[in-house]
């Protein structure tokens, strides 16, 4: 049993910050690639930011400069730090994450729940 849980979304005012946790707990002997996605009401999941195994990050350009991915391997947990928020970032945002349980099964694409962000003009 491999568990997701995201947490750290809430209300904030424009400009504003807050830091969301991905936690993976359960089954899993080593996290590999993490995806930040969000999707907002209305519209398309997208896809936020990523992270590799090896620390390489890429980012939409939408939120190029403002958000920052990372990760501790140790708590296998992944973070996204989002600063000078703005109300169009406003959606429910998941994480994405592909594992290995044990050595030799990978798994890919596993979603958590998601957590609620709203930004406030």
């Known amino acids: 049993q491999v568990q997701l849980v995201e947490s750290g979304g809430g209300l904030v005012q424009a400009g504003g910050s807050l830091r969301l946790s991905c936690a993976a707990s359960g089954s899993i002997f080593r996290i590999d690639a993490v995806g930040w996605y969000r999707q907002a009401p209305g519209k398309q999941r997208e896809l936020v930011a990523t992270?590799?195994?090896?620390?390489?990050?890429n980012y939409a350009d939408s939120v190029k400069g403002r958000f920052t991915i990372s990760r501790d391997n140790a708590k296998n947990t992944v973070y996204l730090q989002m600063n000078s928020l703005k109300p169009e970032d406003t959606a429910i945002y998941y994480c994405?994450?592909?594992?290995?349980?044990?050595?030799?099964?990978?798994?890919?694409?596993?979603w958590g729940q998601g957590t609620q962000v709203t930004v406030s003009s």
């Open positions: 992270i590799t195994s090896g620390g390489s990050t």
């Open positions: 994405n994450v592909d594992f290995w349980r044990g050595t030799t099964i990978f798994v890919k694409n596993y």
